[in-house]
Each structure stands twice: as C-alpha cells, then as structure tokens.
Nanobody, 125 residues
C-alpha cells in the first residue's frame, strides 16, 4: 500500500492561485505514474493531470490545460499541482493518486490504485 497525504488546499478568489502538495514516501518503488483527480460538489471524481515518473511526460484534461501544472520532486517524494487562473468551477476536492507500476501507460484517463484523502479547494467569484 502507498500512503498519500495532500496539503495546500484552501479558499481563493477567482483568478487566484494555489499549490497542492502530496507526500508519497515509497511511491517510486510501486509506481511509474502519479496523478491528480478532481471531484466537484455532488459529482464523481475525474482525472485531471498525470506525470510519468520515468520520463517526466505530463498529460492534462482540456479543462485545466494551460492553467494547472503537475510536477514531481523525487528527492522529497512529493507531487505538486500548481493551479493558476482558478475559476469557481474548480471548486471541489482534489486527490493525488498513484498507478501501480505493473500497468503500462500514464495519462489523466488512466486507472489509479492508491489515493490520498483529498484536499478541499474553494474558489469564490
């Protein structure tokens, strides 16, 4: 099992920025792919960004492309999501996730196997 802990959520006004962090000790031994998921109020959870631990290649959902940036600090075992130009529709819970290394590929539509508990982000108009 991979333990994941998100931090950095909070409240911000429209067009503001936040950076989410996810500590994941041991993730690199279990995975080649990490990602972020978003769950709006009353709706399901969808992938929005992913990064390959081998190549650093990233993949984004269209709704966050050019506004959000996923990155990884291997030395600190920490995954980040820099969120800029936030909109009220970005309000919801953000989860970091790890994909088992036995599964090929890494994209925001990939299936993931371990999850953090989530970080709440609220964007006001």
């Amino acid at each position: 099992r991979v333990q994941l802990v998100e931090s950095g959520g909070g409240s911000v006004q429209s067009e503001g920025s936040l950076r989410l962090s996810c500590t994941a000790p041991g993730a690199s031994s279990r995975s080649k792919c990490m990602g972020w998921f978003f769950q709006p109020p009353g709706r399901g959870r969808d992938g929005i960004a992913a990064i390959s631990l081998d190549t650093g290649v990233t993949d984004y959902r269209d709704t966050v492309k050019d506004r959000f940036t996923i990155s990884l600090d291997n030395a600190r075992n920490t995954l980040y999501l820099q969120m800029n130009s936030l909109k009220p529709e970005d309000t919801g819970i953000y989860y970091c996730a790890v994909r088992d290394r036995s599964r090929p590929g890494c994209g925001h539509r990939s299936s993931f196997h371990w999850w953090g508990h989530g970080a709440q982000v609220t964007v006001s108009a």
